[in-house]
């Protein structure tokens, strides 16, 4: 076979363990042969932008599922729906959140808005973006009424849960749709053990992906729309116009049996779950160095909530950078995070984990924390630890779109200061961009960057793949 089907395979029998995406986690089976239903738009199979028929059926379960008034299948993952959603509902201006995906700001980008930020607020303790304040939203829209939509991602990346009632309220008394980037929470609802999902707290665009925390595919999702503030013409107009002509029938089949799946026996496996979720986290109160975030973070720095499903494991007092402690699950332990930040490791986990992997996992950072106790002083612990994970703030000279259109010349990073970036630098994941065109890059950027390499991350982003020039305005 070609060379990629021998490495994919070969790394399915290695035996190393997925706390990362997607969520089936290897464990669903299906024994066909995926050439033989790779299809294209034929007689009785109906058509993805035009549906009337089968996957009309198949988008109204997921309807029901979900409790919204609309719902699309996404083939083209999070992103398709993200870009579609800000491109129907802005022409001029929106409002973002700063620890969106970088989706976000390729639709500004695209449709050439002009953006105001509203930011996170920092959880200290373990360097988390913490969640969004509803009254700096209401304050934004209050000082720029020419805002058209407000864009917010919740959870984030790290399991944080934004007060997504109240900003919905908040934008609605000022006739704009709330757009919500739940793509690492389309696992919420269905369980009393997890946060409920935006379609019910009155967001107007939901978008899910199903392969982060549910057994389905890699780079499906779905996108739902409700109430009357969005033009949802321009959605299914732009959802065309984002997605393949072309979609896979292979993965619109997997998002039908995703849902066919938790309709059916989602009561029981997230019961199962939430056990094996709770069962790690009493037993992570042994550890004595390494720090498993919890439910405590709620109630400070506007987290409204937390998702469990997201293990942070905060190296924060171990003098070693989150990177570190990845690389030693991986060549010790044969178990694979999601990501690596500064100062923590995130392990991603769904209802397809078994006891097993929870039991590996377990014990494998019990492992290496009686490590760190055991060869490293109590100063040794204190270093490292200087990264500062969490959103940039920088200055806004011009727009993205004016910014990536003009001539540019490329500089040395260390050597760009005070420069207007024209492109984009951020760690991926979780994929926030630390700064987009338009923006003037200063010391205080440069110098987490700088952190950043010296305990051997990688920034992507930038036309130069070493990650030592920059793309800068002329």
């Not at 939509?149 to 849960?161: F, H």
Request: aromatic share 10%; charged share 25%; with cysteine.
């Amino acid at each position: 076979m070609g060379e990629l089907f021998d490495k994919l395979a070969n790394y399915g029998n290695s035996g190393i363990y997925p706390f990362h995406m997607p969520g089936h986690k290897r464990q669903k089976t299906v024994d066909f042969n995926p050439y033989k239903i790779d299809i294209t738009e034929i007689e009785g199979f109906d058509n993805l932008h035009h549906a009337e028929g089968v996957l009309l059926e198949a988008q109204k379960k997921a309807e029901k599922l979900y409790g919204s008034e609309e719902s699309h299948f996404l083939i083209n993952g999070s992103t398709a729906g993200i870009l579609s959603a800000v491109s129907a509902c802005a022409k001029k201006t929106v409002l973002i959140a700063r620890n969106c995906h970088k989706a976000v700001y390729h639709a500004a980008l695209i449709r050439n808005l002009d953006v105001y930020y509203v930011y996170p607020e920092i959880q200290e303790e373990f360097m988390l973006n913490g969640g969004i304040n509803p009254a700096d939203v209401e304050r934004s829209l209050e000082e720029h009424p020419e805002i058209e939509a407000v864009v917010i991602t919740s959870p984030t990346y790290d399991g944080i849960v934004s007060d997504v009632k109240r900003i919905a309220e908040i934008a609605h008394a000022h006739k704009k749709p709330l757009i919500v980037d739940e793509a690492h929470g389309a696992h919420f609802g269905f369980s009393k053990y997890f946060p409920e999902n935006s379609v019910h707290l009155g967001a107007d665009i939901v978008i899910h992906s199903l392969h982060k925390t549910l057994p389905s595919y890699t780079q499906t999702a779905l996108i739902h729309i409700n109430g009357k503030l969005v033009d949802r013409q321009k959605v299914r107009m732009f959802l065309q116009m984002y997605q393949t002509s072309s979609p896979s029938y292979i993965l619109m089949a997997g998002i039908d049996e995703c849902i066919r799946y938790v309709e059916e026996q989602g009561t029981d496996a997230f019961d199962k779950f939430a056990e094996r979720l709770d069962r790690i986290y009493k037993r992570a109160k042994e550890f004595r160095s390494i720090h498993l975030v919890d439910e405590s973070v709620v109630g400070k720095n506007s987290i409204y909530d937390f998702d469990r499903s997201k293990l942070i494991f905060s190296v924060k007092k171990c003098g070693i950078a989150g990177n570190e402690l990845q690389k030693m699950l991986l060549r010790t332990y044969n178990i694979e995070m999601e990501m690596a930040a500064g100062n923590y490791v995130l392990a991603l986990t769904s209802l397809c984990d078994t006891d097993q992997g929870f039991h590996r996992l377990f014990y494998a950072v019990k492992g290496i924390d009686e490590q760190i106790n055991r060869f490293q002083t109590t100063e040794s612990k204190k270093e490292g630890n200087w990264i500062e994970d969490g959103v940039t703030r920088n200055t806004i000279i011009c727009t993205m779109n004016k910014a990536f259109e003009s001539q540019k010349e490329s500089v040395a990073l260390q050597e760009s200061e005070g420069r207007i970036s024209g492109e984009f630098l951020y760690l991926y994941p979780p994929g926030i961009p630390m700064i987009v065109p338009g923006e003037k890059i200063d010391g205080m950027l440069l110098k987490r960057l700088e952190a950043y390499k010296k305990k051997g991350f990688q920034v992507q982003g930038l036309k130069d793949y070493e990650g030592k020039k920059i793309e800068v305005v002329k």
